[in-house]
């Protein structure tokens, strides 16, 4: 399967990329579509009432070892679509612990069309 052009987004303003023309840069990379399966809301894109994730619910969220487990949880749930639609394989979403010992949600993935890799792991960190 072979996806069209996605807008490439800034992974720090989170804005799209411009072209210097009045347009966007664009790719073939999942990059843009998850990013866009974990960020937005679950349930409330009117183009798709099973498009994004439930990470929104753990903005307040501690990050306790039951929270962590169920933050992991939800991002399987967002990203198996585009697992099954063949645009990322090889998903990891495992859980580890950072230098001071907090647990975190590791998350990569292989974009299927251009074979990069893609680490979402900041998209799904707490943000409390």
Same mark, same amino acid.
Do not use: C
């Given at each position: 399967?072979?996806?069209?052009? #996605? ?5 720090? %303003?989170? /804005?799209? !990329? ?6 966007? &840069?664009?790719?073939r ?12 809301q679950?349930a ?12 929104? #619910?753990?903005?307040?969220?501690n990050? %306790?070892? /039951?929270? !962590? ?6 991002? &399987? ?13 090889d998903l ?37």
């Open positions: 399967m072979m996806p069209g052009f #996605e807008r490439i987004l800034d992974p720090i %303003s989170r /804005d799209y !990329v411009s072209d210097g023309r009045g347009g966007n &840069e664009k790719t990379s999942a990059r843009t579509r998850v990013f866009h399966r974990l960020q937005a679950y409330r894109w009117w183009g798709d009432v099973e498009h994004g994730s439930r990470l929104y #619910e753990f903005q307040r969220a990050d %306790s070892a /039951d929270t !962590v487990r169920a933050l992991k949880a939800a991002v &399987e749930a967002a990203l198996q679509p585009l697992v099954e639609a063949q645009f990322i394989a990891v979403v495992e859980i580890q612990r950072d230098q001071v010992g907090r647990e975190f949600v590791y998350t990569t993935m292989r974009d299927v069309q251009t074979g990069e890799e893609i680490d979402a792991t900041d998209l799904v960190r707490f943000k409390g």
